[in-house]
């Protein structure tokens, strides 16, 4: 092929100069093809750099490398849960298996056994503290150590608790004449006269007389009928927390800490202790200060603040529930001088509070934080406290557990996430307990209450079908009641039999639902999670492998839809520049038939007209391909000189995995603009070029006059 | 008949315009030596164009059979005729026909090019030479759009021949410049056909030009007219000193 390359020059000469020769259609072809390469190139960097953000804070955070369940689970795996609720999963009975056959992988570092759940928590003490706080004044009145001082507290306290008592009295009179009243009746009326005797003035004057006995009735039959009332859903994970500590480096323990090997406990999401448990006036005051000073929002004009505005006045009901006469005068005092008014009405005190705008939002901010929640209790529970965590356990029945909350936590780049922030980790034990699985310590425990109590033991059979089969639990209709703390439900009692043969140290014997593996190189995902299913297949067990985009679910699915709106985008872009460059270069080439035609008959051949047209087709997409190119790679420079695109809301700080994006340029988006504008040219370039071929020697011929 | 170039035999050759035919040309022989500096006279409409586009390989008759090289045309693929424009023929347009883009000499390499085969250096070589023979080597770097037509003219007549043809065509190679300029171009030709035995066949209607022509063959409603008759002679005398 002598002159091969030098024919290729001169087809190239031909094409440059003949796109200088017509420069208004070449230079409106190349902008499109500019604007798409920038279009690509900048918006596949974000992507790509939400996307590895994303990956990195649910990787870091809850997924791992690899997430693995049981493959025959009758739902795909959703760590944030979806829109149906919790997964159905098949669990593993025994994860040290698992482990195991997960560890024959190469390249595994870790493996973590996990219990993804939601259940209610009953923080319910305000009620508790009412009457844990009559109670200290009874003992010090018993002790003698009277005074004026002590008995108006002692009032007040009565005061309080009698006055929530009369709010659950009203709340089950509206619930009765809502509800029809046959089904749980004989309950019903019951409580009714319980709150009927709370709230009568003889029960009062009772309580003067016999305080324990009254003490005694009000914590054991009125607290949890408070407790009823106020449960809150919570998303945890339950999981070996030593193992986790170390396979997640995203947890962050904001208050508290983790509890120490071998404890019980729950760490509760901070989010969700913002979002869902504090008083929540405090939030949205929270919320309002975050948009005013952060993103400088401004209330007038905003809807969303203005709505805020009006929730965080709303909710004086329940600021006004917490306190007791005393603190309520204290609270009126303190409001009337630091608004400079002479009411003294804690009402109408609170609404002009709430009563909120741009100027005075700042001033009414500290004046809540400083004189008035020091007098309320912002959580229902603190660190420290015991909660009551209740679930639906696998067949069906609700289980409780108490549990110590031993810190806040929260996941780095997930914090102000509505799906992923939101969750809680608990103890593995605990998870199994809630579950309906019961490791051999606790099987102990009920052996001996069995026999005390002479229960009937039932069969093994029965007992899978209870524990798996939630629809065939008709046998205990009564268990699953809600209400106040159960003793451990006793179809849990009857199952995994085999639990019983393990060791009680070792956390990883016995149930888990998913496992989060950690691979030492994350570039081996791939086969890894080839590697894995063989190795469950080799073991007898049916291991499904997913990534985290997989097992996040709804929330893995935001960057495939993205990425979607991009392509689909960049799509229409290249679709449109498509046309224009066909039409230009058909029109050039109708133009060229003269040339064309000339160069037919000095004898060349059809593939010579057809490369040359497409080479001039594909200069052009390379030429502007390649500088639209280097202006996105321009701009992602400079967004991120600027500092990066900052979050302008708690979504976006989720997607951005932090207060702003700064993207990336990866070598990938380069070569996709590259490639999706060298195929766009040839395509566009190939019908023009097939005019081209069908140009006949005769052309050539045709003189003009 | 063995030292001919272009064999024609018989040829008709029938356009379709619209729903009446056209008949170009009916039943035309002719036969050209080697060597030969032919002109096709006529008339315009006569058909001399499209026997000249038969011969030139770049069109077919209806009926008849045209040779050109020992080659019969109707039996080589479209490629194939390509292959044998590009390595025995040369063209001369009346339009020049030079691709704009392109320089003096890259329009004058470009031939070349398409063949392959011959390094850069002979390639510059050759068109340096004829470059040089045609009068433009100092124009070798200029766009066509900056010479005059007659220089244009004989940019294409370097062109037609830098691949050393057998044959070169030309289809009124004078009818778009003045007279002088027209008789320059033909003096050109001729000079080629002298030095280096390249048959040329062109066709005119300019009797000065006809002159210069080894015969001529006259052509009239598709048919010929009179074969072989000696050029003008009166015009011949004085285009010729």
Same mark, same amino acid.
């Given at each position: 092929?002598?002159?091969?390359?030098?024919?290729?020059?001169?087809?190239?000469?031909?094409?440059?100069? /003949?796109?200088?020769?017509?420069?208004?259609?070449?230079?409106?072809?190349?902008? !499109?093809?500019?604007?798409?390469?920038?279009?690509? #190139?900048?918006?596949?960097?974000?992507?790509?750099?939400?996307?590895a953000g994303m990956r990195a804070s649910i990787q870091g955070s809850l997924a791992g490398h690899?997430?693995?369940?049981?493959?025959?689970?009758?739902?795909?795996?959703?760590l944030y849960?979806?829109?149906?609720?919790?997964?159905?999963?098949?669990?593993?009975?025994?994860?040290?298996?698992?482990?195991?056959?997960?560890?024959?992988?190469?390249? #595994?570092?870790?493996?973590v056994?996990?219990?993804?759940?939601?259940?209610?928590?009953?923080?319910? +003490?305000?009620?508790?503290?009412?009457?844990?706080?009559?109670?200290?004044?009874?003992?010090?009145?018993?002790?003698?150590?009277?005074?004026?001082?002590?008995?108006?507290?002692?009032?007040?306290?009565?005061?309080?608790?009698?006055?929530?008592?009369?709010?659950?009295?009203?709340?089950?009179?509206?619930?009765?004449?809502?509800?029809?009243?046959?089904?749980?009746?004989?309950?019903?009326?019951?409580?009714?006269?319980?709150?009927?005797?709370?709230?009568?003035?003889?029960?009062?004057?009772?309580?003067?007389?016999?305080?324990?006995?009254?003490?005694?009735?009000?914590? +054991?039959?009125?607290?949890?009928?408070?407790?009823? *009332?106020?449960?809150?859903? !919570?998303?945890?994970v339950?999981t070996?927390?030593?193992?986790f500590r170390k396979a997640f480096d995203r947890m962050e323990i904001v208050?508290?800490?983790l509890?120490?090997?071998?404890?019980?406990?729950?760490l509760?999401g901070k989010l969700?202790?913002?979002?869902?448990?504090?008083?929540?006036?405090?939030?949205?005051?929270?919320?309002?200060?975050?948009?005013?000073?952060?993103?400088?929002?401004?209330?007038?004009?905003?809807?969303?603040?203005?709505?805020?505005?009006?929730?965080?006045?709303?909710?004086?009901?329940?600021?006004?529930?917490?306190?007791?006469?005393?603190?309520?005068?204290?609270?009126?005092?303190?409001?009337?001088?630091?608004?400079?008014?002479?009411? /003294?009405?804690?009402?109408?005190?609170?609404?002009?509070?709430?009563?909120?705008? /741009?100027? +005075?939002?700042?001033?009414?901010?500290?004046?809540?934080?400083?004189?008035?929640?020091?007098?309320?209790?912002?959580?229902?529970?603190?660190?420290?406290?015991?909660?009551?965590?209740?679930?639906?356990?696998?067949?069906?029945?609700?289980?409780?557990?108490?549990?110590? #909350?031993?810190?806040?936590v929260q996941f780095k780049g997930l914090e102000k996430s509505?799906?992923a922030g939101?969750m809680?980790v608990?103890?593995?034990?605990?998870?199994?307990?809630?579950?309906?699985?019961?490791?051999?310590?606790?099987?102990?425990?009920?052996?001996?209450?069995?026999?005390?109590?002479?229960?009937?033991?039932?069969?093994?059979?029965?007992?899978?079908?209870?524990?798996?089969?939630?629809?065939?639990?008709?046998?205990?209709?009564?268990?699953?009641?809600?209400?106040?703390?159960?003793?451990?439900?006793?179809?849990?009692?009857?199952?995994?039999?085999?639990?019983?043969?393990?060791?009680?140290?070792?956390?990883?014997?016995?149930?888990?639902? +998913?496992?989060a593996?950690i691979?030492?190189?994350p570039?081996?995902?791939?086969?890894?999670?080839?590697?894995?299913?063989?190795?469950?297949?080799?073991?007898?067990?049916?291991?499904?492998?997913?990534?985290w985009?997989?097992?996040a679910?709804?929330v893995?699915?935001?960057?495939?839809?993205?990425?979607?709106?991009?392509?689909?985008?960049?799509?229409? !872009?290249? @679709?449109?520049?498509?046309?224009?460059?066909?039409?230009?270069?058909?029109?050039?080439?109708?133009?060229?038939?003269?040339?064309?035609? &000339?160069?037919?008959?000095?004898?060349?051949?059809?593939?010579?007209?057809?490369? =040359?047209?497409?080479?001039?087709?594909?200069?052009?997409?390379?030429?502007?391909?390649?500088?639209?190119?280097?202006?996105?790679?321009?701009?992602?420079?400079?967004?991120?000189?600027?500092?990066?695109?900052?979050?302008?809301?708690?979504? =976006?700080y989720f997607?951005?995995s932090g207060?702003?994006?700064?993207?990336?340029?990866?070598?990938?988006?380069?070569?996709?603009?590259?490639?999706?504008?060298?195929?766009?040219?040839?395509?566009?370039?190939?019908?023009?070029?097939?005019?081209? &071929?069908?140009?006949?020697?005769?052309?050539?011929?045709?003189?003009?006059? | 008949?063995?030292?001919?170039?272009?064999?024609?035999?018989?040829? &008709?050759?029938?356009?379709?315009?619209?729903?009446?035919?056209?008949?170009?040309?009916?039943?035309?022989?002719?036969?050209?030596?080697?060597?030969?500096?032919?002109?096709?006279?006529?008339?315009?409409?006569?058909?001399?164009?499209?026997?000249?586009?038969?011969?030139?390989?770049?069109?077919?008759?209806?009926?008849? &059979?045209?040779?050109?090289?020992?080659?019969?045309?109707?039996?080589?693929?479209?490629? @194939?005729?390509?292959?044998?424009?590009?390595?025995?023929? *040369?063209?001369?347009?009346?339009?020049?026909?030079?691709?704009?883009?392109?320089?003096?000499?890259?329009?004058?390499?470009?031939?070349?090019?398409?063949?392959?085969?011959?390094?850069?250096?002979?390639?510059? @070589?050759?068109?340096?030479?004829?470059? @040089?023979?045609?009068?433009?080597?100092?124009?070798?770097?200029?766009?066509?759009?900056?010479?005059?037509?007659?220089?244009?003219?004989?940019?294409?007549?370097?062109?037609?021949?830098?691949?050393?043809?057998?044959?070169?065509?030309?289809?009124?190679?004078?009818?778009?410049?003045?007279?002088?300029?027209?008789?320059? #171009?033909?003096?050109? =030709?001729?000079?080629?056909?002298?030095?280096?035995?390249?048959?040329?066949?062109?066709?005119?209607?300019?009797?000065?030009?006809?002159?210069?022509?080894?015969?001529?063959?006259?052509?009239?409603?598709?048919?010929?007219?009179?074969?072989?008759?000696?050029?003008?002679?009166?015009?011949?005398?004085?285009?010729?000193?």
């Amino acid at each position: 092929m002598r002159g091969g390359l030098a024919a290729l020059r001169m087809l190239l000469q031909i094409a440059f100069r /003949d796109l200088f020769a017509s420069r208004v259609k070449t230079l409106i072809v190349g902008g !499109i093809i500019l604007f798409g390469a920038v279009l690509v #190139v900048v918006g596949s960097s974000l992507v790509d750099t939400v996307d590895a953000g994303m990956r990195a804070s649910i990787q870091g955070s809850l997924a791992g490398h690899v997430q693995v369940y049981d493959a025959r689970s009758r739902d795909p795996l959703a760590l944030y849960g979806s829109m149906m609720g919790d997964p159905d999963l098949t669990p593993f009975p025994d994860f040290a298996r698992v482990k195991a056959a997960i560890a024959t992988v190469p390249g #595994v570092r870790q493996v973590v056994p996990m219990g993804l759940g939601t259940a209610l928590v009953s923080p319910g +003490n305000l009620f508790d503290v009412a009457v844990a706080r009559l109670r200290a004044d009874v003992r010090a009145r018993a002790a003698g150590r009277g005074g004026p001082e002590l008995e108006a507290r002692y009032q007040a306290h009565q005061a309080h608790v009698r006055r929530m008592a009369t709010l659950l009295r009203d709340d089950l009179l509206q619930a009765t004449a809502i509800l029809d009243a046959s089904r749980e009746s004989a309950e019903r009326a019951r409580n009714a006269e319980d709150l009927a005797r709370a709230t009568s003035s003889g029960f009062w004057e009772e309580l003067d007389r016999h305080p324990l006995s009254s003490l005694e009735f009000l914590e +054991n039959r009125i607290a949890p009928l408070a407790l009823e *009332g106020t449960l809150i859903v !919570i998303r945890y994970v339950g999981t070996d927390l030593e193992q986790f500590r170390k396979a997640f480096d995203r947890m962050e323990i904001v208050e508290g800490r983790l509890p120490p090997p071998g404890e019980r406990g729950l760490l509760v999401g901070k989010l969700y202790a913002e979002e869902y448990l504090k008083l929540r006036a405090a939030r949205r005051l929270d919320q309002l200060q975050e948009a005013i000073t952060l993103h400088h929002r401004k209330i007038a004009g905003d809807e969303e603040l203005a709505r805020w505005v009006k929730e965080a006045g709303g909710q004086t009901r329940e600021l006004l529930m917490q306190l007791d006469p005393l603190q309520a005068a204290e609270a009126a005092r303190r409001l009337g001088r630091a608004l400079g008014t002479g009411e /003294d009405d804690l009402g109408k005190l609170l609404a002009q509070l709430f009563a909120l705008d /741009d100027r +005075n939002f700042s001033a009414r901010y500290r004046i809540f934080y400083d004189e008035l929640a020091p007098l309320l209790q912002l959580y229902p529970f603190k660190v420290g406290d015991a909660v009551t965590v209740q679930g639906a356990a696998r067949s069906g029945y609700m289980k409780s557990v108490n549990l110590k #909350v031993w810190g806040l936590v929260q996941f780095k780049g997930l914090e102000k996430s509505g799906f992923a922030g939101v969750m809680s980790v608990m103890d593995l034990a605990s998870f199994r307990e809630l579950y309906g699985w019961l490791g051999p310590k606790e099987l102990a425990e009920i052996r001996g209450l069995k026999a005390a109590a002479g229960a009937k033991e039932l069969s093994r059979e029965e007992a899978e079908a209870t524990l798996f089969g939630g629809e065939t639990s008709k046998e205990h209709p009564e268990a699953g009641a809600p209400g106040h703390p159960l003793p451990l439900s006793r179809e849990a009692r009857e199952g995994q039999g085999g639990g019983a043969d393990l060791a009680p140290s070792d956390p990883d014997q016995g149930v888990a639902l +998913n496992a989060a593996v950690i691979l030492d190189d994350p570039r081996r995902i791939p086969a890894a999670m080839r590697q894995i299913e063989a190795a469950g297949t080799r073991a007898g067990l049916h291991l499904k492998a997913v990534t985290w985009q997989e097992a996040a679910g709804m929330v893995g699915q935001f960057v495939t839809l993205a990425r979607l709106v991009l392509y689909v985008a960049v799509l229409i !872009i290249f @679709a449109v520049a498509l046309v224009i460059i066909n039409n230009a270069l058909v029109m050039a080439t109708l133009q060229r038939v003269t040339e064309i035609g &000339t160069m037919r008959a000095i004898g060349a051949q059809r593939r010579f007209i057809w490369a =040359m047209v497409l080479v001039e087709s594909v200069a052009v997409g390379v030429a502007f391909g390649l500088a639209g190119s280097a202006l996105g790679a321009g701009v992602v420079w400079l967004i991120r000189a600027a500092g990066g695109i900052p979050a302008g809301s708690d979504r =976006m700080y989720f997607f951005f995995s932090g207060p702003s994006l700064l993207p990336r340029l990866g070598a990938g988006s380069l070569a996709i603009s590259l490639g999706i504008v060298l195929l766009v040219s040839v395509v566009s370039g190939l019908y023009p070029a097939l005019i081209a &071929t069908r140009v006949t020697p005769l052309e050539a011929m045709r003189s003009e006059d | 008949m063995v030292e001919s170039i272009v064999s024609v035999r018989d040829v &008709t050759k029938v356009y379709q315009l619209g729903k009446t035919e056209v008949r170009a040309l009916s039943g035309v022989s002719l036969d050209v030596a080697r060597g030969e500096f032919l002109s096709i006279a006529g008339p315009s409409g006569s058909g001399k164009t499209t026997l000249l586009n038969l011969i030139g390989c770049v069109d077919t008759p209806t009926s008849g &059979t045209v040779a050109v090289a020992g080659e019969d045309t109707a039996r080589l693929s479209e490629r @194939a005729l390509t292959e044998l424009r590009l390595r025995r023929i *040369g063209f001369i347009f009346q339009s020049f026909n030079l691709v704009p883009v392109l320089s003096v000499e890259q329009n004058v390499e470009f031939p070349l090019l398409l063949q392959g085969g011959l390094s850069g250096r002979e390639r510059r @070589a050759r068109v340096g030479d004829l470059l @040089a023979r045609v009068g433009l080597a100092s124009h070798a770097r200029h766009r066509p759009s900056e010479l005059s037509g007659g220089q244009r003219q004989r940019v294409a007549v370097a062109r037609a021949l830098v691949t050393r043809p057998a044959l070169v065509l030309a289809d009124e190679p004078t009818a778009n410049l003045d007279s002088q300029t027209g008789g320059q #171009v033909v003096d050109l =030709m001729k000079e080629m056909n002298r030095r280096d035995g390249t048959t040329f066949i062109f066709s005119t209607h300019d009797a000065r030009v006809m002159s210069h022509a080894s015969a001529v063959v006259r052509i009239a409603d598709g048919r010929i007219a009179s074969e072989r008759e000696a050029p003008p002679r009166e015009v011949a005398t004085g285009a010729g000193s």
